[in-house]
């Protein structure tokens, strides 16, 4: 063969290979129909009331890894049962006023999609189904309230028949296990890490564009961390690993930084900062071995050893005690981030069991809850001023798919894809309930009629681009076919709930757009101004827990940069300052936090005093004053209280030099009121 076409060859393979799935994505496609017809299959066996809702909550369940589908079927059985509570006590207390029973399921409609707004993963959507549960139960039953607590018991039914389906095929068919999938991109991310930190103790501050790199990188891992628990015996262990991991990478990627500019600032390396220098050079040696405990415990002990030497010695400077501390901030990370790495790998408990929170901006939250009210508020009034048929089925619809919408990371992405779906999974429904059932008998050919549209709806998902219209048309194909024993075969029904789906679809996407909308600027003000607020707290002692400062920040930076849009210039300026304000947030937080452990120590007393209400001041040399005054008095205290003031004073100086370095942006902190 001729080099020209061999070479043909090889892209025509390459287009294959890239169109055609591949054999892990057949094998989800292949577990998600299987289940949903064990689910559809046992719901009929049972005579549930809707037996597609099996179904269709199995397609709602469909996660390439076991974890992922258990924590989603655990937070979805939750939000049933607690969504057919609500709808019991609403058939109850207004069954007789529809208008009153309409206003009060849109109140709590919104009140659970902004509660959602404010959780992550499964729990938000656990919280966001409690809602539109309600709509399912109690308002498609609004002119018969007497049948609300029957179909209450069939939906909680037909969700525990899907999650127990769903659960055993996952398990008979071997599906990749979460945290098997999370080991690879944690390692890598702390080889990344490494690289990082070699750089900056090499070469000075990385930057932080490079710092947004490894956040980018972290912080999509956090999801996969939340659903471990539920996998194993020891998945609690693993899950607490990967948490402890992926808040020590954050921490890494901090301490490297700080540590740069902390010996950047001190000036010529004196013989402690150089030695504090070359003990962390090797922790992050390119070896490709990872660092045992022993290896770590020897580190931080001769950082400790220097550290207190420092600070018993009257002549050394603030800024040599900052930098000695900050090499033992980044050694104490990469061990926490390695004990984490192998907790996740082995199963064994980490040192430590951390959270991981995630930022949210309130008027984003309620702006999202507004347009969901809003969104069905419209919907009602337009249906019942046209006098439309059935109208409750279009308010379901809307509810569950604006709610849906909310707790999407992209809502117009996610409506886009309802757009698309929605007639794609109308077109599939369509054609095998008018043309290809009413020609066949019995529940394998039903099976085998639907596999091509699952599998499509599977592929679709496991795409990124196209994920929202798989995940669409998997969800809304079962609903739209509404399989039955026996099965109903009513043109008429199909095109009318067919016609409100796709109405409701367009109300969606144009409330997406229209009502409430955010902007960029608007969400970076949002953004800013509650990492604003959230800097006024930690200098009065009100920041909470370091530890939950740094991962609420990184993920306060990662929102932060996907809306950081405009020239390149302006651009790094704001991430530049963004990164201040977390850095000056946690470095109060932690100083409030250690200072407060010295209010019984007679010595230290009057100097914790004086430098907590310096950092509630806001003045920078009323707070290197303080700092010199406590590294002062700590030479009188007992030795024990060396290494915690050393921490207490490296965070006050890193309060003081952020604030002199920013004090444009940073001046109104403290005084609001100039």
């Known amino acids: 063969m001729s080099e020209a076409r061999l070479s043909r060859f090889n892209r025509l393979l390459d287009r ?52 992922q589908a258990i924590s989603k079927a655990i937070y979805r059985f939750l939000g049933t049962i607690l969504g057919g509570v609500i709808s019991i006590v609403f058939a109850a207390a207004f069954g007789q006023d529809r208008v009153l029973m309409l206003v009060c399921f849109t109140a709590w409609l ?10 992550q993963d499964t729990r938000a959507y656990g919280a966001m189904l409690s809602g539109y549960t309600v709509a399912i139960i109690a308002i498609s039953n609004i002119d018969t309230p007497q049948n609300v607590f029957d179909a209450a018991v069939s939906r909680v039914a037909a969700i525990a028949v899907a999650i127990t389906a769903i659960t055993f095929i996952n398990d008979a068919l071997a599906s990749p296990s979460t945290w098997r999938g999370l080991l690879p991109p944690i390692a890598t991310a702390l080889r990344s890490a490494k690289v990082f930190a070699r750089q900056a103790l090499r070469d000075g501050d990385p930057g932080p564009e490079k710092a947004l ?55 010529p390396d004196r013989p402690a900062i150089a030695e504090a220098r070359s003990i962390c050079a090797r922790l992050v040696a390119d070896d490709g071995a990872s660092v045992d405990n022993s290896a770590f415990a020897e580190a931080r002990g001769r950082l400790r050893a220097l550290i207190e030497a420092a600070v018993r010695d009257g002549r050394r400077s603030l ?37 991981l929170p995630t930022h949210r901006d309130f008027p984003v939250a309620f702006r999202g809850a507004a347009r969901v009210a809003l969104a069905f508020a419209l919907t009602a009034a337009l249906f019942v001023g046209l006098g439309w048929p059935a109208t409750t ?11 849906m919408s909310s707790v999407n990371p992209d809502p117009l992405k996610y409506a886009n894809g309802v757009v698309i779906g929605i007639p794609l999974a109308g077109l599939a429904a369509g054609l095998i309930l008018l043309l290809t059932l009413p020609t066949v008998n019995g529940f394998p050919i039903l099976a085998l009629a639907v596999a091509p549209v699952v599998f499509a709806a599977c592929f679709l998902i496991l795409n990124p681009p196209t994920a929202s219209i798989g995940f669409i048309l998997l969800v809304y194909f079962p609903v739209l076919l509404s399989p039955g024993n026996p099965q109903s075969f009513d043109a008429q029904t199909f095109f009318g709930n067919f016609a409100q789906m796709t109405i409701v679809a367009v109300i969606l996407a144009t409330t997406v757009r229209v009502i409430l909308p955010i902007r960029p600027d608007q969400a970076r003000a949002y953004a800013f101004d509650s990492a604003i607020r959230d800097v006024r707290s930690a200098l009065v002692g009100a920041g909470g827990d370091a530890v939950d400062r740094t991962s609420l ?24 300052l963004a990164f201040a304000i977390a850095h000056l947030e946690a470095s109060a937080a932690r100083a409030h936090d250690q200072l407060r452990a010295f209010h019984r120590d007679a010595v230290l007393q009057t100097a914790s005093a004086q430098a907590r209400a310096a950092l509630a001041g806001g003045t920078v040399g009323d707070i290197e004053a303080a700092a010199q005054a ?25 309060v003081a030099r952020v604030m002199a370095r ?13």
């Open 319 to 355: 800024g040599e005690v900052l930098t000695l501390q900050r090499a033992r901030d980044l050694a104490t990370a990469l061990m926490f981030a390695q004990d984490g790495l192998n907790a996740l790998r082995n199963g064994h408990r980490p040192l430590r069991d951390v959270r």
């Open 213 to 267: 790199d490894l956040i980018r990188m972290t912080a999509p891992l956090r999801a996969d961390a939340s659903a471990i628990a539920g996998e194993l015996g020891d998945g609690p262990q693993r899950a607490a690993g990967a948490r402890s991991a992926i808040a020590a990478l954050y921490a890494t990627m901090a301490a490297s930084r700080n540590f740069a500019i902390a010996a950047r600032d001190a000036g």
């Open 553 to 576: 920040n990184s993920d306060r930076i990662f929102q932060y940069a996907q809306i950081n849009a405009g020239p390149d210039i302006v651009r790094a300026r704001r991430l530049k």
């Open 110 to 119: 919104s009140l659970c999609v902004f509660v959602a707004q404010y959780l």
């Open 662 to 674: 920013h004090k444009r942006f940073l001046q109104t902190i403290a005084h609001p009121e100039t």
């Open 630 to 654: 406590l590294l002062r008095a700590v030479r009188d205290a007992d030795a024990s209280q060396s290494l915690p003031v050393a921490r207490a004073v490296s965070d006050l100086v890193a």
């Open 393 to 403: 089925y279009a308010l379901v619809q809307v509810a569950a798919m604006g709610a």
């Open 16 to 67: 294959l290979d890239a169109v055609v799935p591949q054999p892990q994505a057949w094998f989800f496609a292949l577990r998600i129909w299987i289940a949903m017809m064990l689910a559809l299959y046992v719901a009929f066996w049972l005579q549930l009331e809707s037996a597609s809702s099996a179904a269709v909550s199995v397609a709602i369940l469909a996660q390439p890894k076991r974890g």
